[in-house]
């Protein structure tokens, strides 16, 4: 009898223990590989700025201040901005302020700014 306790005892041992070729082999389980993921566009190559907001910001109309914002959110990866914040043309758009940026775009306005600065910078003359 006590040599039946032994082997039911070794038994339960045994199927609590896992045995080595069940585990999983780290090499080639699927979960351990990396993700192959697509390139996004983003990465591939920035999201082109329309011809006709590459001329001064100061010409932008309402509409192309609008179309620059929905360029700048693809090409930054912003969330989405609120298109009645800068409903403006492009001559108001250069007399906002950072702070002004920041408050009309809170999660947005500090990204936005310094590109328009620089792209009115870039097309003034020295």
């Known amino acids: 009898m006590k040599e039946f306790r032994v082997t039911m005892h070794d038994q339960e041992r045994s199927s609590f223990s896992p045995s080595a070729n069940t585990l999983p082999n780290s090499t080639s389980s699927p979960v351990h590989a990396p993700a192959a993921r697509p390139a996004s566009r983003m990465e591939d190559e920035p999201a082109r700025l329309p011809a006709h907001l590459r001329l001064q910001p100061v010409f932008w109309s309402r509409e192309d201040?609008?179309?620059?914002?929905?360029?700048?959110?693809?090409?930054f990866a912003l969330r989405p901005?609120?298109?009645?914040?800068?409903?403006?043309?492009?001559?108001?758009?250069?007399?906002?302020?950072?702070e002004d940026f920041r408050y009309r775009s809170p999660h947005s306005g500090t990204v936005l700014f310094p590109p328009l600065q620089e792209q009115y910078k870039d097309m003034t003359p020295a």
């Open 65 to 75: 201040v609008a179309q620059w914002l929905r360029w700048a959110e693809k090409e």
């Open 81 to 98: 901005i609120t298109s009645g914040s800068f409903q403006m043309n492009g001559k108001a758009l250069l007399l906002l302020t950072k």
